[in-house]
């Protein structure tokens, strides 16, 4: 695999949201991805801080087919391998480093990398990518930061992550250089402990239809 990977950006294009899901419990994990699924939202992002992540990702593929399950907070080529072997069908990663670039290549699995500065952005650029997650945020210099990159950086594309709720996402989305937002409020805590996933459809259902 050489030079940009489309099937990154026929992901990011899917919904105007990614839910970013940490599960505790493999098969709450698949009632979270029915109900997403059921509300509109077809990709989700599976961080991988839990030690059920990996088997969660397996359940929900295997249980929603068509959805396109994924697998975020990637750190190490051998994780890279692990979500392909769990039918995880892209990867996301806080950051980049030149090792997991290559995993990326070899295990041929979509890659979003994150970064947050001018200087990552130009290091993934000379990978050969062109489609970014913007991460943290907020905290990283928000929607102004992205405004300022689409200058110098026309032809590249983001997917904020990172203290994004509900009422802030239409101020990322409506950037011509933003094709998604990435957030946690479908999937809080709460709801979970709840196993509230009519609330989570409910929630799936408003975010499917922000405006961008």
């Keep these: 695999m050489s030079g940009a990977d489309p099937r990154v950006r026929a992901v990011l294009r899917l919904a105007p949201v990614i839910p970013v899901f940490t599960p505790d419990d493999v098969d709450d994990a698949?009632?979270?991805?029915?109900?997403?699924?059921?509300?509109?939202?077809?990709?989700?992002?599976?961080?991988?801080?839990?030690?059920?992540?990996?088997?969660?990702?397996?359940?929900?593929?295997?249980?929603?087919?068509?959805?396109?399950?994924?697998?975020?907070?990637?750190?190490?080529?051998?994780?890279?391998?692990?979500?392909?072997?769990?039918?995880?069908?892209?990867?996301?990663?806080?950051?980049?480093?030149?090792?997991?670039?290559?995993?990326?290549?070899?295990?041929?699995?979509?890659?979003?990398?994150?970064?947050?500065?001018?200087s990552e952005l130009m290091r993934g650029l000379e990978h050969g990518l062109d489609t970014f997650k913007f991460f943290p945020a907020v905290q990283a210099g928000g929607a102004a930061m992205l405004s300022a990159w689409n200058g110098p950086f026309g032809d590249v594309r983001f997917c904020p992550t990172g203290g994004i709720g509900a009422q802030t996402a239409a101020q990322f989305l409506h950037l011509p250089n933003v094709l998604c937002v990435g957030g946690s409020w479908l999937t809080t805590r709460e709801l979970l402990q709840a196993r509230d996933w009519a609330g989570i459809e409910r929630l799936a259902r408003e975010a499917a239809v922000l405006p961008g």
Excluded: C, H, N, W
Aim: hydrophobic share 55%; net charge neutral; aromatic share 4%.
């Design 30 to 118: 698949v009632q979270v991805a029915q109900a997403l699924f059921r509300g509109g939202l077809p990709v989700i992002e599976v961080t991988l801080r839990t030690a059920t992540a990996m088997a969660a990702i397996k359940a929900m593929a295997e249980a929603v087919p068509d959805a396109v399950i994924g697998a975020g907070t990637v750190l190490t080529a051998a994780q890279m391998e692990q979500v392909k072997a769990a039918g995880g069908r892209f990867a996301v990663s806080p950051g980049a480093t030149d090792r997991l670039y290559a995993a990326a290549r070899d295990t041929d699995l979509p890659l979003l990398p994150g970064v947050a500065t001018s």
